[in-house]
Structures are given as structure tokens and as C-alpha cells.
């Protein structure tokens, strides 16, 4: 429910604009973007005020963006973590999205946000692990392809890189699923 939308621009438009910057040159907002992508059926105030505070956001922090800076070692790093159920009891306990798990990850290369997701899951977890899981096999689906793609770029341009060897730096804060 809520307040019916009043505004006259197209909520689905700004919507889509938004989720280009979250998914090409700010994954600062891919969160905040993707939860007011679920509701472009049918948007409401809360929903529109939603988008505004985004868009102020992203006035605010117009200087903000993404930075390399040349390393002698180019090093590929990956995070990865999930959200088992995390809006089970927060929104409606009836709604089947609710209990989705959210997957979430990002892979830096010389510390610089290369590839990063964040995606709600069609399937549901029956456990903090299994959701782990999923995100893991998620993002190694991202990494593999492209280690291969930087190895062939490196054997070409001649960098140094963590590339070249088998091992991959990745974090993650999950015991049961890094044992």
C-alpha cells in the first residue's frame, strides 16, 4: 500500500537511467536502484520519494567515481557475500520474494571496481550456507571467462599481473561455506 504516485515524470524511465550508472560507473547505488526496480509495475510515493533521494544522492557526489591508479603488479581481488532471507518479516510476510536470498559481489582489479552484482535470486535457500553457495557459483561464473581474457591480454601487453598464476584472492565471511 501507501500514498498512490503524484509525480508526472516516468518512474520507470528514471528507474532505467539509474540502474545504467549502478551497473556501468556507480555500484554505490546498485542496492537502493534495484530495490526501486521492483516496484516499476506499480510505484507508489514512497517509491518516487525513493528514486528522489538517489537522484540527490548522485547530485551530492557528482565528483565521486571510479579511480585507477597504475600499480607495478596488477592483482585481481573478489568479494562475495549473500543475504539468506533478508527481507523475510520486514515487507509483506505473504510476499514469495521475501524470503529470496540477494547476491552480491565485486571483482577489483588493481583495487578498482571492475565487475560488481547485485541480483535478487529466483531460487530460495534453505540455509545461510546454501545461499553462499549460490553467490560463490554465481561469481565464479563472472571470474572465470574473465581471468582468461586478462591472462590472454597479459601474454600481449606485457604487465605484471596475479593473473598468470592459478590463485585468485577472494573474500569471504561465511565459515561454513570457506571450509
Known sequence: G???KKESWSYSSVVGMLLYLAGNTRPDIAFAVH???RFSHRPMKVHEDAVKQIV?????TVDKGLICWPKKEIVLKVFVDADFAGLWNVEDPEDPTSVK??????ICLGN???VWKSKLQTLIAVSTMEAEYVSLSMCMRELI???RVLKELQGVLKFKSSVSSTACTLFK???GAVT
Open 35 to 37: 530495490q526501486c526496480a
Open 56 to 60: 540527490r544522492y548522485l547530485v551530492g
Open 101 to 106: 536470498l540477494r547476491t552480491g559481489y565485486l
Open 2 to 4: 501507501g500514498a498512490p
Open 112 to 114: 578498482v571496481p571492475f
Open 173 to 175: 565471511d561465511n565459515q
Open 145 to 147: 571467462p574473465l581471468r
